[in-house]
């Protein structure tokens, strides 16, 4: 049980020393992984929520900006483009007014389609992937905290484990 358990913090510290070492290539990963599901916003009612929430929590639109919704059918600004929501983003990516109970789900219409400086009263300009690294950097006190609580809990169970191992082998030594 404790080579198990070593073997997972072993594992654990290796991946945690490659995402630092290869983070750039972590961000083109997850702007790779945003923007396939872009695509498929629509298709998938359970991709649409999660990226709904992740949008609203970090108050961004897009991977690295709403431009990046040209990349679902719906939204993007082609001629060929008949859908009402075309040159538009969702709701998830407006801005909220504290005024209002009731969330505008049309809110993103044609926005895109309107000047950058008035884009920006409506909808967040900012993309997920900067969002999201400016949060880890100011939670990477917790972040870090957290990891170094589990890797300790994982080393106190490497330790019971071989304190159990050891207490097995004195008793049937005593037999």
């Known amino acids: 049980f404790s080579v198990f358990l070593g073997i997972i913090f ?3 510290l290796t991946t ?7 983070k750039d290539w ?8 945003i923007n396939n599901n872009i695509r498929a916003y629509r298709d998938d009612i359970d991709l649409q929520n999660l990226i ?8 961004c639109c897009g991977a690295f900006g ?3 919704w040209n990349l679902n059918i719906y939204f993007n600004c082609t001629d060929t483009n008949l859908s009402r929501e075309k040159c538009g ?12 109970d009731v969330i505008n789900t049309q809110c993103g219409y044609d926005i895109r389609a309107k000047a950058d400086s008035e884009q920006k009263t409506f909808i967040y300009t900012k993309g997920c992937v900067p969002q999201f690294e400016k949060w880890l950097q100011e939670n990477l006190t917790v972040v870090a905290g957290i990891f170094i609580g589990i890797a300790l809990l ?3 169970g490497i330790c019971l484990a071989q304190n159990l ?7 049937r030594e005593s037999w």
């Not at 191992?165 to 008793?171: G, M």
Request: charged residues 25%; hydrophobic residues 45%; aromatic residues 20%.
């Open 10 to 12: 072993f594992l654990e």
């Open 16 to 22: 945690g020393v490659l995402a630092f070492v290869f």
């Open 26 to 33: 972590i961000k083109d990963q997850l702007k790779f992984f």
């Open 52 to 59: 709904d929430f992740t949008q609203e929590y970090w108050e």
């Open 66 to 68: 709403p431009e990046d």
């Open 89 to 100: 983003v969702p709701f998830s990516c407006c801005t909220k007014d504290p005024a209002e």
């Open 154 to 156: 994982q080393i106190f």
């Open 165 to 171: 191992l050891s207490d097995i082998e004195a008793v």
